[in-house]
């Protein structure tokens, strides 16, 4: 038996492309209503207007400052009188080499990828105690632990890596109040994850790459994540999946990247 979603209200970070987005779009098409938010206002509006503004309200916030989280949490509760669940989806990566990494890339990686994990997770809990079946769903990536992924990516693999221990914590410390937490670890999807990445570094990276081996697995549809999260979020009380792995599974050749 599954939970319906329907009326519930969910926040998705990182919310307005990519995995966010595909998310948010399969959480509506599934009744619940969504607080997406993103740093930048101008994507939000793109997403809200996707989504459908009946359905969608967008926040610009950095999840990163523990301020701006515990405010724009406060204002998507207020606007839909509740709130049922919270997927820290929000993150990002910045390709180079250990010996070349900058330090501004890093602290904004740490900052966004795990810090605002923390950040967002310690605004929910208390809007969400005492709910009907309230749920947190982390995202990390298949890059934290499988060697096979994208080269040179070595500050992110380790936010979502730290991510992942924390949910652990996470998952025992809430399991009192009735809180569902999952950590969900998707594998490459074509997204615009990449869109502003440094073009030299991220020549290097794939370069790198390739000399690992002439095959890659990804090509998964962001769709395929978004139902992920739904299926999680869709357990009944008391049920909760721990850890769920969604990889692409077709061997594609490297050499796609010229």
Sequence with gaps: MTASL?????????????????????????????????????????????VGAEH?????????????????????????GRLDGLINNAGLATPNAIEHLVEDEVLLQVQTNFLGTV???????????????????NISSASAWHYDEMSHLSIYASTKAAVERFTRDLRLELQGDGIGVTCIRPGGAWTSFADG??????????????????????????????????????????????????????????????
């Excluded at 970070?13 to 599934?30: P, Y």
């Excluded at 440094?198 to 002439?214: C, M, V």
């Design 56 to 80: 969608a309200l967008g926040i610009a916030a950095d999840v990163g400052v523990r301020a701006d989280v515990h405010a724009a949490f406060a204002a998507i509760k207020t606007h839909f």
């Design 6 to 50: 329907t009326g519930k209200v969910y926040i998705v970070t990182g919310g307005s492309k990519g995995f966010g987005l595909a998310i948010a779009k399969a959480l509506v098409e599934n009744g619940a209503k969504v607080g997406l938010i993103s740093r930048s206002q101008a994507s939000l509006e793109r997403a809200v207007a996707d």
């Design 119 to 137: 950040f967002c997770s310690q605004a929910a809990i208390p809007l969400l105690r005492g709910g009907e079946n309230p749920r947190i769903i």
């Design 197 to 258: 990445w440094n073009k030299a570094a991220l020549e290097s990276a794939i370069t790198a790459w390739k000399d690992a081996g002439a095959y890659m697995d990804t090509g998964m549809d962001v769709t395929q994540v978004g139902e992920a999260v739904r299926y999680a979020l869709a357990q009944p009380p008391g049920v909760a999946v721990d850890l769920l792995e969604i990889r692409p599974n077709t061997l594609t050749s490297k050499a796609i990247f010229g």
